[in-house]
């Protein structure tokens, strides 16, 4: 077995193993298994990591056997400068989240670890996935357990939003199937990514294709305007499941961009790249514009989310190596980003059981070591040098510049209102005087709230200040899809 099926079915196998834990005397066994199993599966992507080579932008760690051969439908599996990082990401989230459950989850304790370990396996399973039909199963497959986490371990609306959260991201996902099928009988019987990225299209066969794979990774990502479910889903998600959601899942959509959309249908991307960047301009000051006026943590960052990942979108649609690597460099320092802000929000809700900016003021004199976190991690959401969430802004502010300035000037309005939104709630949550007697009895994070936010800190400091292991490893697989993009397949 390799490396890449390691990453992906140890993950599910121990969380197969937890759900079969489920007796009251148990439950301190699951959480130290639970840990176990998510250290170990980050463990084995390790190898990923220091046996890549960086000079060739050919799939590595391959691994092809038959799956389902009467449809030759294969597991075949790789991972390249572009998939790699989030391989790791996953992985190291999942570590990140079952230390954070470890004492604020105290019902179906086996469930709940075990659907977060089973869901890292499925989301890397997508990562690394280059058949187009197992591609597919593990981008659904991954809806379940997520669909679990929050209608179980959600607020009081949380059967609302998780059916709003599958409906949605499950009828996006129809049109793609029509578009996987389709290809599949143009390229005679293949479901090789790599056959259908040569495949000669005509203009509207290409955009067809093109709205189809629009309709599944526009909602995931999400989009303007079909963001509508996301604000509602981390309401009522637990923190965990917000900060797997934000974190990773929503890459899920971006990713499918790179590995479908640009690649399978190059001339209609051109043809609509403004259409794109039209709707990702639109998220980044619109939806900047909507954060300002919310009352609710969890809501003013899940939009905010929205907003950061209209970057991404943007990134891949100016077509040059800037933008491109900018908008992944961005999906990755948006998974340590939004995860931080999303655990920084549910320390305080275990103590308060409140996200409303208003019950809270004043914060940093009872928690001041959760304070200086949380600060760093606000400044990191507003774009500030030195830290992860500048990295990727300023590569596709410098990419949309070089193709026109008025983007570029639009997209850069973004660090105006990110350090408005989030710099006004943390005023209002942390500084001032206490506000009333709840915050007054705060008190400060324990060992192992400082041990979780302290490896987020890291990372989101760690990538700010030295961001070129991230961008050698994606350099050479980036400009081979810009020059595959930038060859018409008009027959």
Known sequence: MGFLSLAIWMPILFGVVLLAMGREDQVRTVRWLALFGAVLSLLVTLPLYLQF???TAAMQ??????WIERFNVNYHLGVDGISLWFVLLTAFINVIVVIAAWEVITSRVNQYMGAFLILSGLMIGVFCALDGMLFYVFFEATLIPMYLIIGIWGGPNKIYASFKFFLYTLLGSLLMLVALIYLYVQSGSSFDLAAWHKLPLDSTAQTLLFFAFLSAFAVKVPMWPVHTWLPDVHVEAPTGGSAVLAAIMLKLGAYGFLRFSLPIAPDASHHWAGLMIGLSLVAVVYVGLVTLVQRDMKKLV??????????????????NELGVSGGIVQMISHGFVSAAMFLSIGVLYDRMHSREIASYGGVVNT?????????????????????????????????AVKVNFWVGMAAAS???????????????????????????????????EFFFLALLAIAVLYMGIYPKPFTDVMDVSVAELLRHVAQSKLP
């Open 53 to 55: 080579d960086i000079s």
């Open 61 to 66: 760690f391959v691994e092809l056997s038959p």
């Open 302 to 319: 899940a939009y905010s989310s929205v907003a950061h990942m209209g970057f991404v979108t943007l990134g891949f649609f100016i077509f």
């Open 367 to 399: 928690m001041p070591r959760f304070t200086a976190f949380a600060l760093l991690f606000v400044m990191a959401n507003c774009g500030l040098p030195g830290t992860a969430g500048f990295v990727g802004e300023w590569m596709v502010i410098l990419g």
């Open 414 to 448: 973004a660090l105006i209102f990110g350090a408005a939104y989030s710099l006004w709630m943390f005023k209002r949550v942390y500084l001032g005087p206490v506000a009333n007697d709840h915050v007054k009895h705060l008190t400060d994070i324990n060992k192992r």
